[in-house]
Each structure stands twice: as structure tokens, then as C-alpha cells.
């Protein structure tokens, strides 16, 4: 009974029907179809290898059919089997390999492949090695050695720090020292009248200052006789300070040109011409330059060994009148001879108006001065200079009231400049 009911092995039939076309067949196998009729192939037995697995009570038996039949469905089954794996294979090929002209065909300004996707920062992706740098930088010199660059570092380094000194040097501002006046004490007198004074006048010190400079008056210094005795001597003034200016005031005594006083009226005062000796001997020789106003021309002559008039009026009978009541509104006229640095100062002026304010005047030229302007009207000396210094030069007027004056006083800014720029070229 089971003999008689128990079906034909269904392997052996699934297998004849996944055999290959015969050599005969009109389509030549290639490695991309008999890949795929082997995976329609495995998939069938697979499939047999399953159904055979069911128990037999649980399968209910085909019905028999007869050989013909069978045939024609195995030769259908194969041939489906093979025109799939021929689409299959011509759909993969058509995938790995685009038809030419597919980018000919994209639409104008469509984005690339890949825009829009997120950066992939973990894979290196180091540059070829043909792109690669093969000769040294060119800041690099194939000669250098670590000494020829250390040395190089050296002096750029040395060279930073002079620039940074010489800038402080020629943008630090001029420091200008003002010889003091002096008022002596009134003997019994009570009050400031008693005491000695140092002190300048105003218009000598703006004028200074109107340059952008600091002014330092220079006190008198010594032991003897002094409530509060200091070791600071003047050449400690002269060693600090860039220049000198040496303001008018009272009469220079005869005694420091080794004459007797011609008139009690007029003694001069001695102590203040030693104290400003000592200072002009002392800014000369630390080569700082000197301009003397009024009685500093007049000390300046005295100092390298010239006499002066001690009074005009009744030495020089014929000269013009050279002070008078109105103080510093009374004027004459100067000239400027050949050769004078005055005349380079002042471009296209061989006279000046100035203001003229002193009884006294240079009377025999000290050694190695020479005349800078002289009165129009009587030669007297007005201006003098020593030569042997970078600048040490006096005017017999006062330039601190020639702008109060009016514009047609010589305008004496010039001058000052002059002695300015003497003192930032000689203060180191």
C-alpha cells in the first residue's frame, strides 16, 4: 500500500528541470547568467529539500501526471529560470558602467554628486606626494647656521632697543634753566623786604615755554652762609637741564671786569655775576647752548674778558638814547653787519626795530666773540656770539616783550628756535 502511494523523489525531477540550456539554445551563456541560473538553481533545491521534509501524513500526494506533460512544464520552468537571469545580469551591468552622455544630459546647475551631505572630518586625506614641497622655504638661506641666525637675533634685538632709546631721547621734552634775579635785603626791613629773593620775570619764562618747553629757574647754591647747606653745585644744573638762558636785570658790576665803579648810583651787583659766571662757565663746558638777554650779552662779553660801559649817557655823550621812562615801549633800530648768523636767522633783513631798555653796553670785545647787530644810529654793540661753541649768543634787547610790543618789533621767534634746536642736538 505505501509502495503504491508514495510520489516520484522530487529532487531528481527539480534538479533535470534547473539544468542549463543545451549548447543548441540561441543564448550563449556568459559568467554574469550562469551566476544567476545558479542562484535560481539553489533557490529550487532549497525549496525541494524543504517540501521533502513534510511529514508524509501531513502532505497530501500530487496527482499522478503523465510524462509529457511533465516534460514541457521543466523545459518552461528552465527556460523562465534563464531569460530572468539574463535580465538580471543586463540590469547589473547597466548599473556598475552609465550610459555615455549621462552628464551631457544633467540640467544646467544642477548641484554635484554628493552636495548638501555632511563633511566627513575623520578620514585623512593627506595631499599627493607630487604636490609636496621640495625645496626650503624661501625665508631660509642654504647658508644660514644656528650662529648666523642667532647672531642676526641679536642685533635685531639690539637694534629695537637703541630705536626705543633714541625715541625717548629726541621726543623728551626740552628741560630750559632761567638764571634767578635777586633781591637783596633792606637792612632793618621786616617782612619779604628782609629776605633774599630768587626770582624771574613772567614774560621771560612764557616765552620760553610758548616753544612747548619746561623752565626751571636755577636757585643760587653754597656752603657758607647757608640756613640749609647742600652738596647740589651748578654743574649738576648744566648736567640735567638742556640749555641756559641767562635773563636781564640789574647792572653787572664793574669789579667783574676788573674796573672801579665810576658812580656810587650804579654798583651792580656782584654776587649775582658770580653766581651766573659759574653757570655759563659750567653749560659751556658740558657744550649745552647759552642765550643771554640784556645783561646776558652783557656777561657773556664780560665772561671771556670784555669791558662794558657803565653807563652810555656819560660815556658816549654822542650816542642815542638807549633807555628812557617808557621802559620796554621804548625802541630804535639795529643792523645786522656782514656775516652775521643773525642775518640767516632773520632772511631779508639787514635792519630790525627792536625795544632797548639798558644804560650799559659791551665797550671792548671779549676774546673769540664776534658782533652779531650794532645800534643804527650809534654802533654800539647789540648782539654778540662765541665761536667757539655750537651757540652761545646775546642780544642787547628783550624778545620776551617784542609781541606786547606790536607786529613792528622784530618778531624774535627765530632766535628761539634756533636755541632750542641747539639744545636737542647737544643734550646727549
Same mark, same amino acid.
Given at each position: 500500500?505505501?509502495?503504491?502511494?508514495?510520489?516520484?523523489?522530487?529532487?531528481?525531477?527539480?534538479?533535470?528541470?534547473?539544468?542549463?540550456?543545451?549548447?543548441?539554445?540561441? /543564448?550563449?551563456?556568459?559568467?554574469?547568467?550562469?551566476?544567476?541560473?545558479?542562484?535560481?538553481?539553489?533557490?529550487?533545491? *532549497?525549496?525541494?529539500?524543504?517540501?521533502?521534509?513534510?511529514?508524509?501524513?501531513?502532505?497530501?500526494?500530487?496527482?499522478?501526471?503523465?510524462?509529457?506533460?511533465?516534460?514541457?512544464?521543466?523545459?518552461?520552468?528552465?527556460?523562465?529560470?534563464?531569460?530572468?537571469?539574463?535580465?538580471?545580469?543586463?540590469?547589473?551591468?547597466?548599473?556598475?558602467?552609465?550610459?555615455?552622455?549621462? @552628464?551631457?544630459?544633467?540640467?544646467?546647475?544642477?548641484?554635484?554628486?554628493?552636495?548638501?551631505?555632511?563633511? *566627513? /572630518?575623520?578620514?585623512?586625506?593627506?595631499?599627493?606626494?607630487?604636490?609636496?614641497?621640495?625645496?626650503?622655504?624661501?625665508?631660509?638661506?642654504?647658508?644660514?647656521?644656528?650662529?648666523?641666525?642667532?647672531? &642676526?637675533? %641679536?642685533?635685531? +634685538?639690539?637694534?629695537?632697543?637703541?630705536?626705543?632709546?633714541?625715541?625717548?631721547?629726541?621726543q623728551r621734552t626740552l628741560r630750559i634753566g632761567v638764571s634767578a634775579r635777586i633781591f637783596h635785603p633792606e637792612p632793618g626791613a621786616k617782612g619779604l623786604r628782609g629776605k633774599t629773593l630768587q626770582y624771574l620775570e613772567e614774560s621771560i619764562a612764557h616765552w620760553v615755554m610758548s616753544r612747548d618747553v619746561v623752565v626751571f629757574m636755577i636757585p643760587t647754591v653754597g656752603h657758607q652762609g647757608m640756613l640749609h647747606p647742600s652738596n647740589i653745585r651748578l654743574r649738576d644744573y648744566a648736567?640735567?637741564? *638742556?640749555?641756559?638762558?641767562?635773563?636781564?636785570?640789574?647792572?653787572?658790576?664793574?669789579?667783574?671786569?676788573?674796573?672801579?665803579?665810576?658812580? %656810587?648810583?650804579?654798583?651792580?651787583?656782584?654776587?649775582?655775576? @658770580?653766581?651766573?659766571?659759574?653757570?655759563? +662757565?659750567? /653749560? %659751556?663746558?658740558?657744550?649745552?647752548?647759552?642765550?643771554?638777554?640784556?645783561?646776558?650779552?652783557?656777561?657773556?662779553?664780560?665772561?671771556?674778558?670784555?669791558?662794558?660801559?657803565?653807563?652810555?649817557?656819560?660815556?658816549?655823550? =654822542?650816542?642815542?638814547?638807549?633807555?628812557?621812562?617808557?621802559?620796554?615801549?621804548?625802541?630804535?633800530?639795529? &643792523?645786522?653787519?656782514?656775516?652775521?648768523?643773525? @642775518?640767516? @636767522?632773520?632772511?631779508?633783513?639787514?635792519?630790525?626795530?627792536?625795544?632797548?631798555?639798558?644804560?650799559?653796553?659791551?665797550? =671792548?670785545?671779549?676774546?673769540?666773540?664776534?658782533?652779531?647787530?650794532?645800534?643804527?644810529? *650809534?654802533?654800539?654793540?647789540?648782539?654778540?656770539?662765541?665761536?667757539?661753541?655750537? /651757540?652761545?649768543?646775546?642780544?642787547?634787547?628783550?624778545?620776551?616783550?617784542?609781541?606786547?610790543?606790536?607786529?613792528?618789533?622784530?618778531?624774535? =621767534?627765530?632766535?628761539?628756535?634756533?636755541?632750542?634746536?641747539?639744545?636737542?642736538?647737544? &643734550?646727549?
Open positions: 500500500m505505501s509502495e503504491n502511494t508514495t510520489p516520484p523523489h522530487s529532487g531528481s525531477a527539480d534538479s533535470s528541470s534547473v539544468s542549463p540550456p543545451s549548447s543548441s539554445s540561441s /543564448f550563449p551563456p556568459s559568467p554574469k547568467v550562469r551566476d544567476a541560473t545558479a542562484r535560481v538553481a539553489t533557490d529550487t533545491l *532549497d525549496s525541494a529539500s524543504a517540501g521533502k521534509a513534510v511529514s508524509d501524513a501531513d502532505v497530501v500526494p500530487p496527482p499522478p501526471r503523465d510524462a509529457s506533460t511533465h516534460d514541457v512544464a521543466a523545459e518552461a520552468r528552465a527556460q523562465a529560470v534563464h531569460e530572468t537571469a539574463v535580465q538580471e545580469a543586463a540590469a547589473q551591468e547597466a548599473a556598475a558602467q552609465p550610459p555615455t552622455g549621462a @552628464m551631457d544630459n544633467k540640467p544646467r546647475g544642477a548641484p554635484p554628486p554628493g552636495f548638501g551631505a555632511a563633511p *566627513d /572630518f575623520d578620514t585623512p586625506r593627506p595631499p599627493p606626494a607630487t604636490v609636496l614641497a621640495t625645496l626650503p622655504p624661501a625665508y631660509l638661506r642654504q647658508t644660514d647656521t644656528p650662529w648666523a641666525v642667532f647672531g &642676526r637675533s %641679536i642685533a635685531a +634685538h639690539v637694534r629695537r632697543l637703541f630705536d626705543r632709546a633714541g625715541q625717548r631721547i629726541t648736567k640735567h637741564l *638742556d640749555g641756559l638762558l641767562l635773563q636781564g636785570g640789574a647792572d653787572v658790576s664793574p669789579q667783574s671786569y676788573a674796573q672801579a665803579t665810576s658812580c %656810587i648810583e650804579w654798583p651792580g651787583d656782584r654776587v649775582r655775576d @658770580m653766581y651766573e659766571l659759574e653757570l655759563l +662757565h659750567e /653749560f %659751556i663746558e658740558s657744550g649745552k647752548p647759552v642765550l643771554g638777554i640784556c645783561r646776558g650779552c652783557q656777561l657773556i662779553n664780560v665772561a671771556f674778558g670784555g669791558t662794558l660801559y657803565q653807563d652810555i649817557s656819560t660815556e658816549v655823550p =654822542t650816542a642815542g638814547i638807549h633807555v628812557n621812562e617808557h621802559y620796554d615801549q621804548h625802541r630804535h633800530a639795529v &643792523r645786522f653787519p656782514d656775516g652775521s648768523t643773525l @642775518m640767516n @636767522m632773520f632772511p631779508g633783513q639787514r635792519e630790525a626795530l627792536v625795544n632797548s631798555i639798558h644804560h650799559q653796553a659791551v665797550k =671792548t670785545l671779549g676774546r673769540d666773540l664776534n658782533i652779531e647787530a650794532v645800534s643804527a644810529e *650809534d654802533g654800539l654793540i647789540e648782539a654778540v656770539r662765541y665761536r667757539r661753541a655750537p /651757540f652761545v649768543v646775546g642780544v642787547q634787547w628783550h624778545p620776551e616783550f617784542h609781541r606786547a610790543g606790536g607786529p613792528e618789533l622784530l618778531d624774535c =621767534t627765530p632766535l628761539l628756535d634756533t636755541f632750542l634746536r641747539a639744545a636737542r642736538e647737544t &643734550r646727549f
